[in-house]
């Protein structure tokens, strides 16, 4: 396994397009976690899911911003209508339910919003 | 307030250095996370921990639950070992919370 992937590494985009960014999980992980780091700060709380489900959602996560995973695998995060303020690192980590809560992060997907 | 605060939040040393690294949180756990960042942004698992002492190579962890703290400290120090060092806390009920980092810089 070659661990937990993401895609694209970089997006640049106008404000008020929408993007959607990819996150593939290590296969045998049931719980995906997307996270939102801007520079110098840790990464902070987005969503979670365990298999399909979507369990918890952060209150950072406005309308505008949507995730999914609908097989239990792969997970997408859609921003809608894309702020400046959407300029950040987004990062998917995997885990597996049941194990010792540690988690394994992907590369990150750079967003810049112009 | 944060529910977990690293310190020192930017820390230089020269090579060979032995380093340490605090994170204290405000929370009952049930398990912490070091985690490295390098520039770029990969982010790569350390140690989990929620009792006692970790060693990994030069890098040992320590928690002490009832004070709500935890260490990493670097022996040896490289610099390849320049990262952002990243403590997380677990709680029950599927909460986490991450501190804002410690940017470590070994200067050879």
């Known amino acids: 396994d070659t661990g937990v992937s993401q895609n694209p590494r970089h997006k640049i985009t106008k404000r008020g397009q929408n993007v959607t960014f990819r996150c593939d999980p290590i296969?045998?992980?049931?719980?995906l976690y997307w996270y939102r780091q801007t520079l110098g700060q840790g990464p902070e709380f987005l969503t979670y899911?365990?298999?399909?489900?979507?369990?918890?959602k952060s209150r950072l996560l406005s309308d505008r911003f949507s995730a999914e995973r609908p097989k239990g695998s792969f997970s997408t995060l859609e921003i809608q209508r894309t702020e400046q303020g959407d300029s950040a690192m987004y990062l998917c980590?995997?885990?597996?339910?049941?194990?010792?809560?540690?988690?394994?992060f992907g590369p990150g997907t750079r967003l810049t919003v112009t | 307030k944060n529910e977990v605060e690293q310190s020192p939040q930017n820390l230089t040393a020269q090579e060979g250095e032995f380093i340490t690294i605090n994170c204290s949180y405000s929370?009952?756990?049930?398990?912490l996370h070091w985690l490295q960042q390098h520039p770029g942004g990969g982010i790569v698992s350390l140690f989990m921990?929620?009792?006692g002492k970790k060693k990994h190579g030069r890098l040992i962890a320590t928690i002490n639950i009832q004070e709500k703290h935890s260490s990493l400290h670097i022996t040896a120090s490289h610099p390849r070992d320049s990262a952002v060092y990243i403590c997380?806390?677990?709680?029950?009920?599927?909460?986490?919370?991450f501190g804002t980092g410690t940017s470590l810089t070994v200067i050879p």
């Open positions: 997380a806390v677990y709680l029950t009920g599927n909460q986490f919370y």
């Open positions: 980590a995997s885990s597996l339910h049941g194990g010792t809560y540690e988690q394994y």
């Open positions: 899911f365990q298999n399909e489900a979507q369990l918890e």
């Open positions: 921990l929620s009792s």
């Open positions: 929370v009952g756990i049930s398990a």
């Open positions: 296969s045998e992980h049931n719980r």
